[in-house]
């Protein structure tokens, strides 16, 4: 069984502060790790994707990959309260469907 | 329009009603999926349809009855619902019917959000 965890929160930051999500997976023959924003009462947007071990930076996100670890983290630098939101973990052996992790609640508060 | 879209938004039925869901792709991909995300439960994947053809059923109660008529469009027919199937209903698309490797992303459309009598 396939599983990937996430702590389910809420965490808790202030604006302006780095915001640290993370996801462990128990499949060492993933492949593709991505990262989804879900708003409340909304469906999942695709934020980040990474495929090799290290980090990858977009604007103010930076995805980080250790697969010897099993660990996928994402940094949200300078947080907004509209960053606000659950942050799904959803991980590929390749030539499989995604398993989403449960998600972890952020709250930015001003 | 754009992106992967779903109708309705929302949907009341009684146990006894047949209604149904329908998903949009406007992103020219060969997969699209069905989810299923209740409260405090991660997404659960409940169909996989690859150019046209049912790759996944994961263990889906018959009274879910999906269709895929072409790669843009797919529908979950839904009858003799139970109250614990209340639930918000997602559809996704992916370039192709796997999830690994680099720009095989999978999109998600807003979602139906079915309430059960």
């Known amino acids: 069984q396939k599983e990937v965890e996430q702590n389910s929160g809420p965490l808790s930051v202030p604006e302006g502060a780095i915001a640290s999500l993370n996801c462990t997976y128990s499949?060492?023959?993933?492949?593709?790790f991505f990262w989804y924003r879900q708003y409340s009462g909304k469906s999942p947007e695709l934020i980040m994707s990474i495929y090799s071990n290290g980090d990858k930076e977009d604007g103010r996100f930076t995805a980080q990959l250790n697969k010897a670890s099993q660990y996928v983290s994402l940094l949200i630098r300078d947080s907004q309260p509209s960053d606000s939101a659950t942050y799904l973990c959803a991980v590929s052996s390749g030539y499989s469907t995604l398993t989403f992790g449960k998600g972890t609640m952020l709250l930015v508060s001003p | 329009e754009t992106g992967v879209t779903q109708t309705p938004r929302h949907l009341v039925m009684g146990m006894t009603n047949k209604k149904s869901l329908k998903c949009e792709q406007h992103l020219g991909h060969n997969a699209m999926y069905w989810y299923k995300q209740s409260a405090k439960k991660p997404l659960e994947l409940m169909f996989v349809y690859n150019f046209k053809e049912q790759t996944e059923n994961n263990s889906v109660p018959s009274r879910f009855s999906p269709e895929c008529p072409n790669s843009s469009h797919l529908f979950l027919h839904l009858h003799t619902l139970q109250p614990e199937d209340s639930a918000l209903y997602l559809c996704a698309s992916s370039q192709e019917g796997f999830s690994g490797g680099v720009d095989n992303e999978q999109f998600f459309g807003p979602g139906t959000r079915l309430t059960v009598l």
């Open positions: 499949d060492r023959g993933s492949q593709s």
